[in-house]
């Protein structure tokens, strides 16, 4: 009985190693690739066709803005004012007031002379981005001007006090042309003609501000003293290349100005006009200051500028505050 059992499973173990294993054809037939699970494809936003245009605008209105010297027609512009300081000639020679005359941008701390944003700013001139921008500005001295002269780089601090300030403009980027960048977004010097954003701005006034009469230069230094801090992003550039200096480390700078002008207990109107404009205030806060936004005055987008209104509306939230409103005369 014995030996007929272990015969069975002699005879059951050789007819198993003969037949080959059976697999299943459906999964022979599919392929290594089918068995591998597909990774998730990452979602990228693109950008929308005004987001586009957007953007366009505001880097062709730079080109735009600053070449308007060019018509041989114009006077030659005004380049050296009574105001403004003589050509630096000797390292060791000083100009009589709380400057002094070194080589390069090394003393460039020197040029902001309002106390109040002295101490706001205090510890980015200390940091090491600004040190790094010193010495790139060191770096192209000498090969391109660099506008505005170095002791018009702060003329938007000086002239509008960190305790005074009472509606933002903000601008992109010097104008790199000769003559034309003093320090103020939008502004040209007197005997410079008026860059076409600025004359598209004078229109929305002429239409928004009773009384209000379109002025034959672009000189904006009465607003400045009234309150209007026109800043830029980039507060220096090369002559004939604009946004060169974009990524010297000033934005960084100014997003600080703009971060100590939101964490203020008074009321600010800012005026972000333009994608780029618009993108440098994401974070302002919007329930303790007014932030209006509108296309860019450039001709190229004039039609999301025109009947903004932003100048009567500036000047109604400031009174609702208890705030003298600016007059917008020039």
């Known amino acids: 009985m014995s030996k007929l059992i272990t015969d069975f499973f002699k005879k059951n173990d050789e007819d198993t190693q ?29 950008e929308t066709l005004e987001e586009k245009e957007e953007k366009l605008i505001d880097e062709v209105a730079l080109v735009n803005d600053s070449n308007t010297n060019t018509n041989d027609d114009e006077t030659e512009p005004e380049i050296n004012n009574d105001d403004e300081t003589e050509p630096e000639t000797n390292d060791n020679e000083t100009d009589g007031t709380t400057t002094t005359s070194t080589s390069k941008y090394d003393d460039i701390e020197n040029y902001l002379t309002d106390s109040g944003w002295r101490e706001c700013l205090s510890k980015e001139f200390q940091a090491p981005y600004f ?24 003329s938007a601090l000086n002239y509008t006090h960190f305790d005074n300030v009472k509606v933002v403009i903000v601008g992109q980027d010097p104008y790199h042309g000769p003559g034309q960048a003093h320090g103020l977004s939008f502004s040209v010097k ?57 990524d010297f480390g000033w934005y960084t700078f100014t997003d600080a100005i703009l971060k100590k002008l939101n964490e203020s207990d008074r009321p600010i109107v800012f005026l972000l006009w333009g994608g780029f404009a618009q993108k440098k205030g994401a974070k302002l806060d919007g329930k303790k200051h007014l932030i209006l936004k509108s296309g860019h005055p450039s001709p190229l987008s004039i039609k999301h500028f025109e009947g903004c209104k932003h100048f009567s509306k500036a000047n109604e939230f400031l009174v609702s505050k208890g705030i003298d409103p600016i007059d917008w005369n020039l």
């Open 18 to 46: 003969d037949k080959p294993t059976k697999v299943k054809k459906s999964v022979l037939a599919s392929s290594p690739k089918k068995l591998m699970l597909k990774p998730k494809k990452k979602v990228i936003r693109k």
């Open 131 to 154: 040190k790094s921008l010193v010495k790139k500005l060191n770096d192209r001295y000498g090969k391109e001007p660099i506008y505005p002269p170095k002791e018009e780089i702060f």
């Open 190 to 246: 007197m005997g410079v003609p008026p860059p076409p954003s600025l004359k598209n701005m004078y229109k929305e006034l002429k239409s928004d501000i009773d009384g209000f009469t379109i002025p034959t230069h672009g000189f904006l230094e009465k607003w400045a003293n009234q309150g209007v801090f026109l800043l830029n992003a980039a507060l220096t550039v090369e002559q004939g290349n604009p946004n060169s200096h974009k």
